[in-house]
């Protein structure tokens, strides 16, 4: 797979990454070490991780992969966001419970609910906390996160889904991080989090920030990506909504499939094709880090793989013009898939 330097560090990683935020969806340990290792093995060297993934097992399950492979691996890992020790005593017990959970309505739903944080309704209250993005926070997270992961050090360190007011003593933070950068214990930083919300932050920590980890998809590009700034950017999210959206529309408009397999050049009636029509979208509109990709499916691992270094070949640049017409004449559609999430 293609390597890619994140712009403005020293930082090289392949460009498609593997998101582990979605990877409990399996209920077990062996199969979820299973995906890790077959993403390895099919040339994904970027690992994205977080305290809260897994209800705090995530970071852990993580380490075995990156044992014996770290100078061939990437990792970002955030702070900001923690599994209360309810949340990390529920950890223990999650295997059968979503056995249980998969086989109910509205499962995926409900986990992406979850998956917010503290913010997310009564239950993610109750799993989820925050200390606030503080020197001292970012400080005892650093400290978690490389004894979970078992390493000296962590390439990309970002704030996790900050909000302004949460963030106290901007100043020292932003010395705390560099200073984390410059002895090693770091090689960049950054913020992840909704796009919207990146101006408030902006202004509070009253810097340039050197990477940001924000959503794109082909409604709603990251603006990041598209104005070509200087910094890195990593990007995730591109299936999540787009790709629900375009197959509604298909099956609501079954006469526009052929117009499109033409416009295309690709067969839209191919489950597979949608998922790889995005993912190579996604790589073309980010050209400064990874695109994130997740699944628990190792048939998806293989297919969003297979078309990663595909993305730019010669036929790349009427594809993609395709791709951004089709976005239009679907969000006219349903105006709804261009407007940011909550």
């Given at each position: ?43 994904i060297r970027h690992f994205d991780v977080a305290p809260m993934y897994g209800l705090g097992r995530a970071e852990a399950e993580l380490a075995p992969v990156l044992k014996h492979r770290r100078g061939d691996m990437t990792i970002t890992t955030k702070f900001g966001i923690d599994p209360t020790a309810m949340a990390r005593g529920v950890s223990r017990l999650q295997g059968p419970p979503r056995v249980v959970a ?241």
């Amino acid at each position: 797979m293609r390597i890619r330097i994140l712009a403005g560090t020293e930082v090289a990683t392949t460009t498609l990454g593997f998101g582990c935020a979605g990877l409990f969806r399996l209920p077990w340990k062996a199969d979820r070490r299973a995906i890790l290792e077959a993403a390895y093995e099919l040339g994904i060297r970027h690992f994205d991780v977080a305290p809260m993934y897994g209800l705090g097992r995530a970071e852990a399950e993580l380490a075995p992969v990156l044992k014996h492979r770290r100078g061939d691996m990437t990792i970002t890992t955030k702070f900001g966001i923690d599994p209360t020790a309810m949340a990390r005593g529920v950890s223990r017990l999650q295997g059968p419970p979503r056995v249980v959970a998969r086989a109910l309505p509205g499962f995926g739903e409900e986990l992406r609910a979850l998956g917010k944080g503290p913010s997310s309704r009564w239950v993610g209250r109750l799993l989820y906390t925050s200390a606030g993005y503080s020197a001292q926070a970012a400080r005892l997270s650093l400290t978690r996160s490389l004894r979970a992961l078992r390493t000296d050090y962590i390439d990309v360190f970002v704030l996790h889904d900050p909000v302004g007011h949460l963030i106290s003593q901007a100043p020292s933070l932003v010395a705390y991080l560099n200073h984390e950068r410059d002895v090693g214990h770091i090689r960049c930083w950054g913020v992840a989090g909704e796009p919207k919300d990146l101006q408030t932050v902006t202004q509070k920590l009253q810097e340039t920030i050197p990477l940001l980890e924000l959503r794109d998809d082909i409604f709603l590009p990251c603006p990041d990506v598209t104005r070509g700034t200087a910094g890195a950017t990593i990007t995730f999210g591109m299936l999540g909504r787009a790709l629900p959206v375009l197959r509604k529309f298909f099956l609501q408009f079954p006469e526009e499939r052929d117009a499109w397999n033409t416009r295309i050049g690709h067969d839209l009636g191919d489950t597979t094709t949608l998922p790889m029509l995005l993912i190579r979208e996604a790589l073309r509109r980010n050209t400064t880090g990874p695109v994130l990709f997740s699944s628990t499916r190792l048939d998806r691992v293989r297919v969003a793989v297979a078309n990663a270094d595909s993305a730019n070949d010669a036929s790349g640049a009427e594809e993609s013009k395709a791709m951004r017409q089709l976005a239009f004449t679907v969000s006219s559609t349903y105006p709804q898939s261009a407007v940011p999430y909550d």
